[in-house]
């Protein structure tokens, strides 16, 4: 079992930053690759970002590339993802998942993951 618990978020203006954490417990963290998702209101869960188990693969959305960084750290097992350039259409419930076994890869899809954390609203106002 593991359990995500997700902080960060929070209220900010357009163009501004937040940095969202989700810290893991109860297994070797390195044996998951972790994900972002975000489910704005009236809509499904849609993929935002992913980092395999080592780190050194990611994979972003479309619509957040080049302003969303992914990132982990396997000591503090914790996933981060900076996001930069915020835009309204960025405002959602944003929660992180586990995807056991995904050392070097990563994986877009949510029914894929194992574990999901309670999530964290994210406000951007134009």
């Known amino acids: 079992q593991v359990q995500l618990v997700e902080s960060g978020g929070g209220l900010v203006q357009a163009g501004g930053s937040l940095r969202l954490s989700c810290a893991a417990s109860g297994r070797t963290f390195s044996n998951y690759a972790m994900g972002w998702f975000r489910q704005a209101p009236g809509k499904e869960r849609a993929f935002v970002a992913a980092?395999?188990?080592?780190?050194?693969?990611?994979k972003y959305a479309d619509s957040v590339k080049g302003r969303f960084t992914i990132s982990r750290d396997n000591t503090k097992n914790t996933v981060y993802l900076q996001m930069n350039s915020l835009k309204p259409e960025d405002t959602a419930v944003y929660y992180c998942?586990?995807?056991?076994?995904?050392?070097?890869?990563?994986?877009?899809?949510?029914?894929?993951?194992?574990?999901w954390g309670q999530g964290t609203q994210v406000t951007v106002s134009s």
């Open positions: 998942a586990a995807d056991y076994g995904r050392y070097r890869s990563t994986r877009h899809d949510e029914n894929e993951y194992d574990y």
């Open positions: 980092i395999s188990g080592s780190g050194s693969v990611t």
